[in-house]
Every structure is written in C-alpha cells, then in structure tokens.
C-alpha cells in the first residue's frame, strides 16, 4: 500500500520561507517514481508546482522559477519543497504526489495535502 503524507505547511508572512516534507511508504522510491509537488487555490483548478525525476532531473511552473526547489532523498523515501520570496498568491493546499517513469508520468498517488497560506 502506497501512502505519502505532506507536512510543514502553515502561515508565513509575504517574503518569508516554508519547506514542505513528503514522506512515502511502500515501494515508490524502490521503482524509480517520479515525484511531485502540486496546489490548488480556493476557485481554481489544481496545479503543477514542481516535478523531480528519480535522478533529480527538476521542472518548475513558471509562478514558482527561481523562488521554489524541490529535492529529493531516495534513502529516505522523502521530498521536498522549498519555498522561499512566498507571494499571497501561492497561497494554496499542497499535494505531493508519485507517479511510474514515463514519456509522459500519470501521478497515480496523491497525499492528503497540507496548507499554506502567506499573508501581506
């Protein structure tokens, strides 16, 4: 059973720094999955924050370029996501979630996500 669980989200001023932690259980990081942060905003769809293959390759949305940086440790089946220069409008629910090696990767497993809200 595949299970990932988000932590360190929480409320921070505008300019300020939060990083996330996605632990997984189960054989995600034995079966090179790729991994990812997304969120969704109240109104909005959800979104692609960052992706990180599993040998570290990394893709950004444009919003988060240069702000963000997500890593990962494959001993420790973790990923995270730095997040730094924190705007109001990243304000969002943040999902981690793992997806098989693939031209294009269907991320099949999703965390319970966790809050993030940045204040002017």
């Known amino acids: 059973q595949v299970q990932l669980e988000e932590s360190g989200g929480g409320s921070v001023q505008t300019g300020g720094s939060l990083r996330l932690v996605c632990r997984a259980s189960?054989?995600?990081?034995?079966?090179?999955?790729?991994m990812g942060w997304f969120r969704q905003a109240p109104g909005k769809e959800r979104e692609k924050v960052a992706t990180?293959?599993?040998?570290?390759?990394?893709d950004y949305a444009d919003t988060v370029e240069g702000r963000f940086t997500i890593s990962r440790d494959n001993d420790r089946d973790t990923v995270y996501l730095q997040m730094d220069t924190l705007q109001p409008e990243d304000t969002a629910v943040y999902y981690c979630?793992?997806?098989?090696?693939?031209?294009?990767?269907?991320?099949?497993?999703w965390g319970q996500g966790t809050q993030v809200t940045v204040f002017s």
């Open positions: 979630a793992a997806g098989p090696a693939a031209v294009r990767v269907q991320y099949i497993f």
């Open positions: 990180i293959s599993w040998s570290a390759h990394t």
């Open positions: 189960g054989r995600i990081f034995d079966e090179n999955y790729h």
